[in-house]
Nanobody, 124 residues
Framework: EVQLVESGGGLVQVGGSLRLSCTTSVFLFEDYAFGWFRQAPGKKREAVSCISSSDDSAYYADSVKGRFTISRDNAKNMVALQMNSLKPEDTAVYYC?????????????????WGQGTQVTVSS
């Protein structure tokens, strides 16, 4: 059974930083693209940032460009999301997801495996 486990969420003040990590038991980690999605109360799940399996190309939502950075460590089976200059509108549950595909995709429906999520709360 494939598992993805997120960590690093918490409560932070406006302008602060958090680093989310996702560790996974997926076999052949390097063959998977990964994404970070978030869902705020009453809103649909949205892609925050995604990273490809092949060339580490990345996608960032416009709302996080310049503030968030996604990275992957194939040796550690880990994906991270560095979040800086946090804003109250970044408050949400953040999910890590894995997609066994060659393309960099940003739709949640394309992802095969999901973590349980970690809460990020940014207080003003």
């Amino acid at each position: 059974e494939v598992q993805l486990v997120e960590s690093g969420g918490g409560l932070v003040q406006v302008g602060g930083s958090l680093r989310l990590s996702c560790t996974t038991s997926v076999f052949l980690f390097e063959d998977y693209a990964f994404g970070w999605f978030r869902q705020a109360p009453g809103k649909k799940r949205e892609a925050v940032s995604c990273i490809s399996s092949s060339d580490d190309s990345a996608y960032y939502a416009d709302s996080v460009k310049g503030r968030f950075t996604i990275s992957r460590d194939n040796a550690k089976n880990m994906v991270a999301l560095q979040m800086n200059s946090l804003k109250p509108e970044d408050t949400a549950v953040y999910y890590c997801a894995a997609d066994r595909g060659l393309l960099l995709r940003i739709q949640a429906i394309d992802y095969d495996y999901w973590g349980q999520g970690t809460q990020v709360t940014v207080s003003s």
